[in-house]
């Protein structure tokens, strides 16, 4: 393993004080797995008193010193390091009221979630592994350390931390461990509505989303039990030919790396379940657009989202299933409606959530998608206006040439956009004033 040059220093220096010292967890894990590490967290024999002493001249922050860590900043960078522990009882299953430093490596890794981050490593001993880590990575396992119950009863997030690997690195999560995730559900509502959706976001975006959530659902319907309705719901439609909890998690798999397009796909059919209706024999989900985005935005919103990501997200949903037409009055209608950056996402969307359907509606369904797209670049690539921002005059014009101020004006430049779109006036800056004093100047 290549070190940077800090790490290993903090290594030697702490080697040449008498103490043992290592890289730890994630970064280890990554570079077996032939990925750049994001962090180096570091263990050590040495006490956090130790570690400050021995780097008086650094600056080092006190971030965990209850638990045995100090952030040493080295160039700027930090250097998470925690003196070997055991943990004490936990609370509210996510802390440890209490921890005991201990001299011994194993018994340190020994408290750690999964055995592939329970791996230390330094230059001059290589590789630590206990407990199979290595082993479990080249098998693609997912894993608890020791007891699982024991291990996820301690930090109920590692239930949400083994789905998050399992889509992240595209494992399989080992069949006691899974049980103990079920059996140990109802610890999730310990876990704060933050934390819940940084692991649901991660997940969203795993390459192995599908498998996980597939194979593993019931830790996602625990925390969103609005989905598991959906979970073998048959849609009995020819568009659609597997059920909608299959075709959701079908359609986030297809997705662009987008956190709002994957959101909105996790909730765009929430709704399915809830209004369907049959017509000789085929399935139908009238309004379900609707009922779908007030799933969603209850659910983003008590998961905390930013108001942002909420607002996008359900907007995504709302619309999903908007009928594209290949004309370029009704494009830029609607990219006046929506803006430019949001059609453009939510065509993204409709591409990932058609793949998921029938092979014999499919390709109708693309060339549509596609000849929006191509409809979208000639208007931007024209310089067609699609809103008031692009029209020839503003509201600066209008008042200048008699128009009171107030929402007469807003009411005149929605109307003349309209007009531009429709072909019905130029978007010239003289044609339009001649049209608005013509109508609204009272001479």
């Not at 290549?2 to 894990?29: F, M, N, Q, T, W």
């Not at 830029?332 to 959530?353: C, I, P, Q, T, Y």
């Not at 807003?410 to 013509?438: C, P, Q, Y």
């Amino acid at each position: 393993m290549k070190l940077p040059e800090s790490a290993r220093y903090i290594i030697d220096k702490l080697h040449e004080a008498g103490y043992e010292a290592y890289i730890v967890g994630g970064c280890v894990r990554d570079f077996l797995m032939g990925e750049d590490p994001h962090d180096w967290d570091m263990t050590t024999s040495a006490r956090p008193e130790d570690v400050k002493r021995i780097f008086s001249d650094f600056n080092i922050i006190d971030t965990g010193i209850k638990h045995g860590t100090v952030t040493l900043m080295m160039e700027s960078e930090p250097f998470e390091i925690t003196t070997y522990r055991t943990d004490g009882s936990y609370v509210n299953s996510r802390r440890p009221q209490s921890v005991t430093f201990v001299a011994s490596l194993k018994e340190d890794l020994r408290r750690r979630d999964f055995t592939i981050n329970a791996m230390a490593w330094n230059h001059t001993g290589g590789l630590m592994d206990y407990f199979g880590g290595r082993e479990d990575l080249e098998s693609g396992i997912i894993r608890c350390v020791g007891n699982p119950d024991e291990r996820l009863s301690e930090d109920a997030l590692r239930i949400l931390r083994a789905l998050r690997f399992a889509s992240e690195k595209d494992f399989r999560i080992e069949p006691d461990t899974y049980m103990a995730m079920r059996r140990n559900l109802s610890l999730l509502r310990n876990i704060s509505a933050e934390r819940i959706a940084y692991e649901l976001g991660r997940t969203l975006m795993g390459k192995g989303v599908f498998s996980a959530l597939m194979n593993y659902p019931e830790p996602l319907f625990e925390i969103i039990p609005e989905l598991r309705a959906a979970f073998g719901f048959k849609q009995n439609n020819p568009h659609h030919i597997y059920d909608v909890y299959e075709h959701t998690l079908r359609s986030i798999a297809n997705a662009d790396a987008d956190l709002e397009i994957r959101l909105a796909l996790l909730f765009h059919d929430a709704g399915k379940p809830l209004c369907y209706s049959e017509k000789e024999g085929i399935g139908h989900f009238y309004g379900h657009d609707r009922i779908s985005a007030d799933i969603a935005e209850k659910v983003l919103r008590r998961l905390k989202y930013d108001s942002a990501t909420v607002s996008n997200a359900v907007r995504l949903v709302e619309n999903h299933s908007l009928e594209l037409i290949s004309s370029e009055k009704i494009v830029r209608r609607r990219l006046s409606k929506f803006g430019e950056v949001f059609f453009r996402k939510l065509l993204r969307m409709k591409r990932a959530d058609s793949s998921a359907t029938s092979p014999d509606t499919l390709g109708e369904r693309l060339r549509a998608i596609e000849e929006t797209e191509r409809i979208i670049d000639k208007i931007i690539e024209e310089n067609l206006c699609f809103s008031v921002k692009s029209l020839a005059i503003d509201g600066n014009d209008l008042i200048r040439i008699g128009i009171p101020q107030g929402k007469l004006i807003g009411s005149i430049l929605a109307e003349v956009l309209e007009m531009v779109i429709d072909g019905e006036l130029e978007n010239d800056r003289e044609k339009i004033l001649e049209f608005t004093e013509r109508k609204y100047i009272v001479i």
